[in-house]
């Protein structure tokens, strides 16, 4: 059974992602449309749906032995998920609340237009100024924290390379960098997915601390 899910994996990987948008947005229907607000069995549905990502990068893992593109889309689609996937749920969830409200021809309460333009002018701040370096700031943050706890996961499933100490780690790690069978876990396609990551990680560190010296100004209009 799990070959026949690894032989047919992207056609699962296909299936919860429809799944996934089928159900948010079918939440969000019954929510808005129909006043139906069952929070809780949506919550249940949306981490059983996560755990199915996560499910079949394990069983791709488990029956192939080897890391694979297949794992690392599921490892970003993950990311995404818990980085940025929550931003564009409230940008969604205010988009269709307004539509939903438009085709049933009814206007929404002060309060809701209130809370609604008040969440507007939250998110508006949040492009500029220090409060949008704050912003990066945070994302690369989670960035970093996810990248430790996975490498620590790396570690712990396939061992570390000894150095000495951590400036000879660090120095074993930077003459390794051309031969990814070496350094610094004991599986290759392991040591490839960490240089690749790093490199994405220093990128998103430079483009997030950029603004916290140069902070993004607002155009104005002439």
Known sequence: ML?????HRWWFFIAVEISFWV????????????GIRSHRVFLWLLALNLLSFLALGIIDFRETGQ?????VVVVVALVYSVTYGPKDM????RYMRLKIARWKGESLPPEEEARLL???EKEEKRKYGRLHAREQRRGWYLHLLLFLIAHFVFATLFGWKTASG??????????TWNAPELFPFRKEEVNQISRIWTLILL???????????FPKQKKHMN
């Open 118 to 120: 008040e969440e507007r």
């Open 3 to 7: 070959e026949w899910i690894a032989s």
């Open 90 to 93: 409230k940008r969604l969830d």
């Open 203 to 213: 990128i998103d560190g430079i483009n997030s601390f950029y603004y916290t010296i």
């Open 23 to 34: 159900l948010v947005i079918g939440f969000l229907v019954m929510r808005y449309g129909f």
């Open 166 to 175: 951590i400036g000879g780690w660090v120095e074993t790690w930077i003459d």
């Open 67 to 71: 890391f694979s593109t297949f794992q």
